[in-house]
């Protein structure tokens, strides 16, 4: 029989434990209390580190009378231990105690930890901990908070290519280019071009066909047309910057490295090329690190206003002139972060976020409903479909729209209207920071690539970084006061 008499005395022995060494250690505790286990949150701060967790089993006992004393001690020692070596305890759980053997009712509890720490001084933790005499068995599972693995530098992104084949013209008899061998092998050789694309390279030029080029002009006058009544300010500033630097217009198309340059000295972003649809969550974890994999092949000509898969005219039309605009760009950005490491339900909430903000959002701006979507701004089909009485438009909340189902072959019967790009930005982070994860995904714009950090690890260093800023405008208004005396 498990000791569940005195489950409330051993948690209260750790209370007070753990109280002392959150007023040593001066750090934030936040502390979770069930009838199964406790769990509680202390930090430090160290630098070069990552996230490492561990099991830690002790020696089972029988003795009843004994059982909570020994518990205490062994926990108290392995506190300590942690302590005097100044690791960055991240989370920390009591297990519920597992009975071994129903003929002695040997009881064996275990604790996990999650610490923020070097590797080597993991090593030298784990070596200690093998020797304590508390200790029976250590297990680590994967150093890595999550399961799932993501990408920790751009040059990663090589391996962000997974295709979903629902849309291949190959394969689907009701897509529009089946039939037709000539453009099935168009796409086979444009495709090319992205599964040869490595990180560093620059994008290969695209010679397209008259054909391409009409389908291409068709769209773009007849959605550019529309801009004045329909599209937010956002996408009719960035569409006109891409029209003065990118050579925008109904009579070619423009290259994809053209765009890359241009949008990453505006809004940081870049783009890579990709051969088809790819899963949500490489896509998503390629706007973690501000890239946005973009195809390079045009839709089927037969129907111009309208395709289920992305294509150039989408990608272009579509997605670059919101993307140019450095808030929009930092809201894509968030939302890829917040998939790195995530669960695949997670994934899915995450992806639906993304389709009904950045391919089917709105917005209000004075007074009127205003299209930001990439897939309404580049399908006048679906534009049409927006402002008509046969779709049902609902105020932006993002735990309503994170599980509204969606169409994702004709056009969509709810949309979702947002106040604002920066209110759908702090709805994101409101949304992401309720997470009960220990640690989130930052990324260092410098080396480009992303670090796993604890709750208190980030406050620490947006502080540090608000400090440094507030000295640099201290610097500035003492300078000026001078000169102007």
């Not at 002695?104 to 923020?116: A, F, G, M, P, V």
């Not at 309208?306 to 450095?326: A, F, K, Q, S, W």
Request: aromatic share 10%; charged share 25%.
């Amino acid at each position: 029989m498990i000791l569940s008499c005195n489950v409330y005395e051993i948690k209260y022995q750790c209370f007070m434990l753990l109280d002392k060494l959150k007023m040593l250690m001066m750090c934030d505790q936040s502390i979770e209390n069930n009838n199964k286990h406790l769990t509680t949150e202390l930090n430090h701060d160290e630098k070069n580190s990552e996230i490492h967790s561990i099991i830690i089993y002790f020696h089972p006992i029988t003795d009843e009378k004994s059982n909570n004393q020994f518990y205490l001690q062994a926990l108290q020692e392995l506190l300590k231990c942690i302590i005097d070596k100044k690791l960055n305890l991240v989370h920390f759980e009591t297990r519920p105690p597992l009975t071994l053997s129903n003929a002695n009712q040997d009881i064996q509890y275990s604790c996990l930890i999650t610490l923020e720490t070097n590797e080597v001084n993991m090593n030298l933790l784990y070596e200690e901990l093998r020797c304590n005499s508390f200790v029976s068995r250590i297990n680590l599972p994967n150093n890595q908070e999550s399961q799932y693995w993501y990408p920790k530098h751009i040059s990663d992104l090589d391996k962000c290519q997974h295709l979903l084949l629902k849309f291949q013209p190959e394969l689907q008899t009701d897509h529009p280019g089946f039939h037709d061998k000539v453009y099935r092998e168009r796409r086979e050789n444009i495709a090319k071009i992205a599964f040869d694309y490595k990180y560093g390279d620059r994008i290969p030029e695209v010679e397209y066909t008259k054909e391409e080029i009409e389908t291409w002009g068709l769209v773009f006058t007849k959605m550019k047309a529309v801009h004045a009544s329909r599209a937010c300010r956002e996408y009719i500033d960035g569409f006109q910057l891409l029209e003065k630097y990118c050579n925008y217009n109904s009579e070619s198309i423009p290259q994809l490295q053209t765009i890359c340059e241009f949008m990453h000295r505006t809004s940081g972003f870049r783009i890579r090329p990709v051969a088809g649809l790819v899963s949500p969550r490489d896509f998503l974890a390629s706007l973690a690190f501000r890239v946005f994999q973009c195809t390079q092949y045009i839709r089927h000509h037969s129907r111009p206003m309208h395709t289920p898969e992305p294509d150039c005219i989408h990608e272009l039309i579509g997605h670059m002139p919101m993307l140019v605009n450095r808030k929009f760009a930092d809201f894509s950005q968030e939302l890829g972060l917040a998939s790195l490491g995530a669960s695949e339900e997670e994934i899915m909430r995450l992806s639906t976020l993304y389709w009904f903000t950045v391919e089917f959002g709105l917005c209000n701006e004075n007074g009127e409903t205003r299209a930001l979507g990439a897939g309404i701004m580049s399908s006048y089909g679906e534009l049409e479909n927006v402002f008509s009485d046969h779709s049902v438009k609902q105020p932006f909340d993002i735990n309503n729209a994170a599980v509204q189902v969606y169409d994702d072959f004709g056009y969509q019967k709810v949309y979702f209207v947002t106040e604002s790009i920066e209110s759908m930005k702090r709805e994101l982070r409101n949304y992401i920071n309720s997470s009960t994860k220990s640690t989130f995904p930052i990324y260092d714009p410098i080396t480009e690539t992303v670090h796993m950090k604890s709750r208190f690890s980030i406050r620490k260093e947006i502080l540090q970084h608000v400090k440094e800023e507030t000295d640099h405008l201290d610097t500035l208004l003492n300078h000026s006061n001078y000169t102007l005396s």
